[in-house]
Nanobody
């Protein structure tokens, strides 16, 4: 499985960004997709999670009500819609794919929230 993330950039506090993650390769083996983030000097943390089949989602408490993870199975894309952004959302965001036997990571995309 290969993952390609994009959509990061600079946003003002209160603004919005949408991240995309394109998956290729053994798509049918993917059971769940996640977005993680890692801020400078901090550990990588799980932000949002979606089950590939069924679409059940889960979010970190810090982003609930502001971020939405979704998927387009036909296009092999996973999105992270980020609204009401805060400076503390500044981080490198990574998409992650989970299969029964492995864990795959895309390259990070930097999100900076600043006025």
């Amino acid at each position: 499985v290969q993952l390609q993330a994009c959509g990061g950039g600079l946003a003002q506090p209160g603004g919005s960004l949408r991240l995309s993650c394109a998956a290729s390769g053994s798509i049918d083996s993917i059971r769940a997709m996640n977005w993680y983030r890692q801020a400078p000097g901090k550990q990588r943390e799980l932000v949002a999670h979606i089950i590939t089949r069924g679409g059940r989602t889960n979010y970190a408490d810090s982003v609930k009500g502001r971020f939405t993870i979704s998927r387009d199975n036909a296009k092999n894309l996973v999105y992270l819609e980020m609204n009401s952004l805060k400076p503390e959302d500044t981080a490198v965001y990574y998409c992650n794919a989970v299969t029964y036997v492995n864990n795959y990571w895309g390259q990070g995309t930097l999100v900076t929230v600043s006025s």
